[in-house]
């Protein structure tokens, strides 16, 4: 390319050189001159074309070695990839050889433990000929000597098994009982525990008041009155029967209804500090005492519902609530009772991390019933479930209240927490207490219960009736039939029985052997 640009130059020189001689004239110095400046254009178009050939010659030289250069280096990285490669496929093929070794030892290991188990299988064959041979001759032997067949004799082990089976399921589910109620016990006693220590509300047993002190004997006399008229008053006005007898300066007062004997006390009390006992003043006292009652019994029942944190209880609920507060069993205060089981029932349902205010709710009404039970046929618990029915407590408040005694099956978490808090209650020393008839009475029940059972010799009913000691004939009570045993008692004094807190069913089957040396 450079060198065709110079021999253009150089051919417009010329062109231009010839051009200007023939204008320039006729003169002949002036075409020497012409020659001349012709001749040097052509030296110079010379020089230009060498150097311009020499400078084509080393563009090409290098052009040549530059495309050597770029050939050695692709040549350098062919190679090197190539030997890369033959190094990979080294590496790969030193890899499947071992691989075959491996494969080739394995398969020789395989091959030897073939031959060794064939070996032994056959070894296993004979042995096993032998031993069903063996065992053909001592079962053919043992029936010549035992006198029985082989049906007879494999029904006879059948039995036995069968026997065994039944003495080793009795012990396991003895033990399995045994391990599940220790694990059960020690989560309630903790639960337990925790709601008595953090309830811990003082103990005062209560005896109904029935009984009215009157400074003098004189003074019986005027509340008889003339003809008897006062007391016919006073019992046709209060519904509250009036005995008097010889009882010194003691007047007792003997009605069903506890509020309606307490509302006699508060009026007969004002008739004697008032002295003026007649009818109409009867009458006029006993209004205002049974207002001055039915505004306590309203009041108590406030104070129940807020000491337990309920505040849209029914009115009508709320007063038979505060009815309780004259309401006694085995000298226990119904209403301090229930707020107790409120209160127990909201902390068991704590740490078991249920809602504590249908747990509260349903504690301070469980006994609603006792404050009618009176007027109402029926369980105490059935009527207290109707009376929260018909004022609106919802279904499983109602529930709870019915089967806190079993009235009906307990069902849900609350009706068994309700169950718990009202036995816990009843059972804290100090909070009940029974009179020594009813006492004697319900041990003889419960050995009376236990004796009935076929195979019973005798039993001891001890720790104060908490738990019953119940000895049996062991040739006709089995060691299985004794745990069905303990149930089957516990389940009858759940059914027909009343208690505080539980009663432990403790069987005992013991085998002696005699023997006499002489």
């Known amino acids: 390319m450079e060198v065709a640009i110079i021999i253009g130059v150089v051919c417009l020189a010329l062109g ?6 023939l204008l320039a004239g006729k003169s002949t110095s002036k075409l020497k001159l012409a020659d001349q400046q012709v001749e040097n254009a052509r030296s110079e178009a010379e020089r230009i074309t060498s ?37 990979e496929l080294q590496t790969l093929e030193n890899r499947i050889m071992q691989r075959e070794e491996s494969l080739d030892h394995r398969n020789d290991a395989l091959d030897r433990r073939e031959h060794q188990l064939s070996s032994l299988q056959g070894q296993l064959d004979r042995r096993k000929s032998d031993l069903d041979e063996l065992v053909a001759k001592q079962t053919s032997e043992l029936e010549r000597i035992a006198g029985l067949t082989k049906d007879d004799a494999h029904d006879e082990l059948i039995s036995r098994v069968r026997a065994e089976s039944v003495r080793d399921e009795a012990q396991i589910l003895r033990e399995s009982e045994q391990n599940v109620r220790a694990q059960a016990d020690k989560t309630a006693r903790e639960i337990i525990s925790t709601a008595i220590q953090r309830c811990a509300a003082d103990q005062a047993g ?22 008897g008229r006062n007391i016919r008053t006073f019992e046709q006005v209060s519904g509250v029967s009036l005995v008097i007898d010889d009882t010194p300066e003691t007047v007792i007062l003997s009605s069903f209804d506890p509020v309606r004997r307490e509302t006699a006390r508060v009026a007969l009390e004002n008739l004697i500090a008032d002295g003026r006992i007649h009818p109409a003043r009867i009458e006029e006292l006993y209004k205002k005492a049974e207002d001055l009652v039915n505004k306590r019994v309203r009041e108590a029942g406030e104070q129940a519902a807020f000491d337990a944190g309920i ?3 029914h009115p009508e609920l709320v007063r038979t609530l505060g009815a309780l507060r004259y309401r006694t069993s085995f000298g226990q205060n119904v209403l301090q009772h229930s707020i107790q089981v409120s209160a127990l029932c909201g902390i068991m349902a704590s740490e078991l991390g249920l809602d504590e205010a249908p747990a509260k709710r349903a504690g301070l009404l469980h006994d609603l019933g006792k404050a009618i039970d009176h007027e109402v046929e029926g369980s105490h618990a059935v009527i207290g479930a109707d009376l929260a029915r018909r004022y609106g407590e919802r279904p499983e408040i109602v529930h709870a209240i019915e089967a806190h005694h079993a009235d009906v099956d307990p069902d849900t978490v ?24 009813n006492y004697i009475k319900r041990l003889e029940k419960l050995e009376e219960i236990s004796n009935a059972h076929e195979g019973v010799e005798r039993t001891y009913a001890m720790q104060a009736g908490r738990e019953l000691h119940v000895m049996v004939e062991p040739e006709k009570i089995s060691d299985a039939e004794a745990t069905v045993l303990a149930h089957d008692i516990a389940k009858q004094i759940e059914d027909e029985m009343e208690y505080p807190g539980q009663v432990r069913v403790v069987v005992i089957r013991e085998s002696r052997a005699l023997g006499i040396a002489k």
């Not at 609350?414 to 008839?437: K, N, T």
């Open 16 to 21: 231009i050189g010839v051009t200007y001689a």
């Open 311 to 313: 505040h849209d209880l």
């Open 414 to 437: 609350l009706d068994v927490l309700v169950q718990a808090a009202d036995a816990i209650s009843a059972a804290r020393p100090g909070a009940r207490r029974e009179s020594a008839e």
């Open 206 to 227: 209560e005896i109904t008041v029935t009984s009215v002190h009157i400074p003098s004997d004189d003074l019986k006399g005027r509340i008889i009155g003339r003809e």
């Open 51 to 87: 150097e311009a050939n020499r400078q084509a010659e080393n563009a090409k030289k290098e052009a040549v070695l530059e495309a050597k250069e770029q050939i050695l280096q692709l040549k350098q990285n062919s190679e090197a990839e190539e030997k890369k490669r033959k190094g």
